[in-house]
């Protein structure tokens, strides 16, 4: 006789209810070692960018016998004159850019241009490199020519890949957007209180230094023509390029990029960075305050650094400030400037 009790196969509601938490806590587990991962890969992404801009910025020396001027600037006496540059436009003087010398016959009074403007050659992009028209005044002369066409130009290589904002930024509402770009060059330790003329001597007032970024004693400046034997400090100690966040000066007022409160979100008037704070010391996105000009990064405890070397390191952000300062000049005499260097 057959059994009256039949149990029906299949998990009960309780049975389910648990594996549904083992699933869960499973996940939970593993979803922060997944992001790790991710970040950890964008890291060596991150530092792969600034490695290729920094051995274009070494080819460029080898080939002209300089590094790429930081800045070109129109100047009359000591006084620079000119608007603010952005990696592809606000034209570079031609004879500069392929000679590695100041212009001397150019009419160059408000010509500007950076030094990532000058290494396109050397890190593949000639074709851009040919398009650009470096006797034009850039975007203030041509805002729909190829020099903006080319500023508004998303270039992987210049981006970290942790750093999600890919649009294009506005510093002022009468120039054209531009890309913004997270690679800047080392200008030095200096402030204000310490910029001089490029014969040495020191800057009086704050008229008398409007660009705050003419600096002697790192590897870029305005109208900079640093050699590889100018860096007595040593080319394995010394910092060529670092990565900062491409966003903007944020006063407290206000986060929300616009040019009434800050210089706008990130293509920002020089692509400089200065090593007197440690790495991601003013790291707030919040409306408070935030300085482009330097060393920040999207990678939680410190930020890459290439070196004169073409080396890339990660420096964290709790070494000695003035070990970080030593590591910024190119000729300050330091004998401490490695032990910054953790990775």
């Known amino acids: 006789m057959r059994s009256a009790h039949w149990r029906k ?9 648990v594996v549904i938490a083992i699933i869960g806590i499973l996940i939970a587990l593993l979803l922060p070692a997944v992001q790790a991962a991710r970040e950890a890969a964008r890291r060596v992404h991150c ?3 600034l490695k290729q801009l920094a051995v274009g910025c070494i080819n460029y020396e080898s080939a002209n016998g300089q590094f790429p001027p930081g800045e070109i600037h129109g100047h009359v006496g000591n006084v620079a004159v000119g608007g603010y540059s952005a990696y592809a436009g606000y034209g ?20 500007i241009g950076i030094w ?3 290494i396109f050659p050397q890190i593949e992009l000639q074709a851009d490199y040919d398009r650009l028209d470096f006797e034009a005044r850039g975007q203030y002369a041509d805002p729909t020519g190829a020099n903006t066409e080319i500023s508004q130009k998303y270039y992987a290589g210049f981006k970290c890949p942790s750093d999600t904002f890919t649009g294009l930024v506005q510093w002022v509402s009468s ?21 001089r003329h490029r014969d040495g001597t020191r800057y009086t007032t704050t008229q008398d230094a409007p660009n705050h970024a003419n600096a002697t004693n790192g590897v870029f400046y305005n109208d900079s023509t640093t050699r590889l034997s100018d860096i007595t400090d040593g080319a394995s100690s010394t910092a060529l390029l670092t ?3 491409g966003r903007a000066y944020q ?3 206000s986060d929300d990029g616009t040019a009434s409160d800050s210089y706008g979100h990130g293509m920002i008037c020089h692509m400089y960075a200065y090593f007197d704070w440690t790495p991601n010391s003013f790291r707030n996105f919040s409306g408070g305050y935030m300085h482009p000009w330097r060393i920040n990064s999207f990678h939680s405890g410190g930020a890459h650094v290439a070196l004169c070397d073409g080396s890339v390191h990660f420096v964290s952000e709790f070494v000695d400030r003035d070990v970080f300062k030593a590591l910024g000049t190119i000729n300050g005499g330091e004998t401490y400037a490695s032990q910054a260097l953790t990775e």
Not at 96 to 103: D, L
């Open 9 to 17: 196969e299949g998990f009960t509601l309780v049975e389910l209810l």
């Open 47 to 49: 530092s792969n960018n």
């Open 92 to 111: 570079y003087c031609r004879s500069a850019v392929e000679s590695g010398q100041q212009p001397n016959h150019c009419e160059w009074a408000g010509q």
């Open 116 to 118: 990532m403007n000058a």
């Open 175 to 195: 120039l054209p957007p531009s890309q913004s770009v997270n690679y800047f060059a080392s200008a030095g330790d200096n402030e204000w209180s310490t910029l």
């Open 243 to 245: 990565e900062t966040w």
């Open 251 to 253: 006063f407290p007022t």
